[in-house]
Structure formats: C-alpha cells, structure tokens
C-alpha cells in the first residue's frame, strides 16, 4: 500500500523560501502522477500543482504560478514542491497525494493523501 509523508513546513517570513518534500513509500511511485495541495482555515482544499510520472509535465495553479515549483525524483520516490517569494495568503496545510491521472487538478482525481504539513507566512 502506498503511503505518503510530507515534510518541510514551518513558520517563514513573507518573500521567504520554503521547500517541501513528499516521501512516498511503495514500488509504484514512478508510474503515478503526484500533486500538492493545500487548505486554509475555514477554505476548502485547493489545487497547487501536479507533475507527471516522469517529470515531463507540470501544472501550476494560478496563484503560485512563477512562485512555486513542483519536481520529482523518482530514485528517491519523493516529490518536492519549492515555494519562493512566499506571501500571507499562502498560509495551509500542504497535502501531497498520488493519481492515476497526468494533469488532474480535482482532488477527487487522486486516491491517496498524506497527512499534511503546515505553513505558515507572517507579513
């Protein structure tokens, strides 16, 4: 069974940089799409991005787009999300989660979740 542990969160400045991981255990990591979430207090969860099996393709949401970027390394069957320049408003709990489907933005699209971890931006 695969599973999914997110690291990396903490409490950062605004403009600040921040680089989170996924570690995902199971042989089936190279064959999956991976893709971060987040939620904010009193929001629903929200797309991030998303990378493809093999790292070809990625997908920003509009509000991270330039800002964050997502990568993969598949011999160590994790998943990184690099957050640059980070603002207030990126302040959630930030879910990693494996699809069978490149490219999905739904988070109905992905069918197992870590726990999350949480960010924190002061202005």
């Known amino acids: 069974q695969v599973q999914l542990v997110e690291s990396g969160g903490g409490l950062v400045q605004a403009g600040d940089s921040l680089r989170l991981s996924c570690a995902v255990s199971?042989?089936?990591?190279?064959?999956?799409?991976m893709g971060w979430f987040r939620q904010a207090p009193g929001k629903e969860r929200e797309f991030v991005a998303t990378i493809s099996w093999n790292g070809d393709s990625t997908y920003y949401a509009e509000s991270v787009k330039g800002r964050f970027t997502i990568s993969r390394d598949n011999a160590k069957n994790t998943v990184y999300l690099q957050m640059n320049g980070v603002k207030p408003e990126d302040t959630a709990v930030y879910y990693c989660?494996?699809?069978?489907?490149?490219?999905?933005?739904?988070?109905?699209?992905?069918?197992?979740w870590g726990q999350g971890t949480q960010v924190t931006v002061s202005s």
């Open positions: 989660a494996a699809s069978r489907w490149a490219g999905a933005r739904l988070a109905q699209s992905y069918n197992t």
């Open positions: 199971g042989r089936t990591f190279s064959s999956v799409a």
